[in-house]
Nanobody, 114 residues
Framework: QVHLVESGGGLVQPGGSLRLSCAAS????????MGWYRQAPGKERELVAVVTPGGLTTYADAVKGRFTISRDNAKNTVILQMNSLKPEDTAVYYC????????WGQGTQVTVSS
């Protein structure tokens, strides 16, 4: 089993920044892509960004140019730097890792409000 722990969520004003971190532990050998998803109240969980072990990235259209995903393979961590935050970014953000199956963190709340 892969265990994922997120940190860095919180309350921020529009235009502000947050940095989310996810650390993987457990059966981590062979982990492939890692990424971040989010789920707002009453909505489906949606992909935010993913990064491969080689550093290739994919972003949702809604966050392109504002969010940056990166990973440190040696430390088994993935980072989501979120800039120019908007109220519509408010959601619970979940870390995801794939090793054949998908594994999920517990989620961290991000609230963007004035």
């Amino acid at each position: 089993q892969v265990h994922l722990v997120e940190s860095g969520g919180g309350l921020v004003q529009p235009g502000g920044s947050l940095r989310l971190s996810c650390a993987a532990s457990g059966s981590i050998f062979g982990i492939g892509a890692m990424g971040w998803y989010r789920q707002a109240p009453g909505k489906e969980r949606e992909l935010v960004a993913v990064v491969t072990p080689g550093g290739l990235t994919t972003y949702a259209d809604a966050v392109k140019g504002r969010f940056t995903i990166s990973r440190d393979n040696a430390k088994n961590t993935v980072i989501l730097q979120m800039n120019s935050l908007k109220p519509e970014d408010t959601a619970v953000y979940y870390c995801n890792a794939r090793r054949g199956l998908s594994f999920w963190g517990q989620g961290t709340q991000v609230t963007v409000s004035s």
